[in-house]
Nanobody, 115 residues
Framework: QVQLVESGGGLVQAGGSLRLSCAAS????????LAWFRQIQGNQREFVAR???????NYADFVKGRFTVSRAANKLTADLQMNDLQPYDAGMYFC?????????WGPGTQVTVHS
């Protein structure tokens, strides 16, 4: 079954850290970049970070220096280390992979940050 499943969300105090993980089932994902998006309440999903199979990473400006994305050696997981979390980072975080004929999304994992 081809799917993405996120884990690692939870509740953290402002300034704290969480590590999210995206588990990809399906060999197709070993050839695709894996990205993280988030949806803050009432807003559209926004890009957070991406890790390619070649080790190239991209980040949204608002997470640079705080978040780090990494791919496992088998390329089938993508972790998002989030440091110095702030209340404005709270929301649902989604794993994503895209190819021309399909846009894959996981169900999401909730991140809550208390001030």
């Amino acid at each position: 079954q081809v799917q993405l499943v996120e884990s690692g969300g939870g509740l953290v105090q402002a300034g704290g850290s969480l590590r999210l993980s995206c588990a990809a089932s399906g060999e197709i994902f070993s050839f695709l970049p894996l990205a993280w998006f988030r949806q803050i309440q009432g807003n559209q999903r926004e890009f957070v970070a991406r890790g390619t199979i070649g080790g190239v990473t991209n980040y949204a400006d608002f997470v640079k220096g705080r978040f780090t994305v990494s791919r496992a050696a088998n390329k089938l997981t993508a972790d998002l280390q989030m440091n110095d979390l702030q209340p404005y980072d709270a929301g649902m975080y989604f794993c994503n992979a895209w190819e021309p004929i399909e846009d894959y999304w996981g169900p999401g994992t909730q991140v809550t940050v208390h001030s």
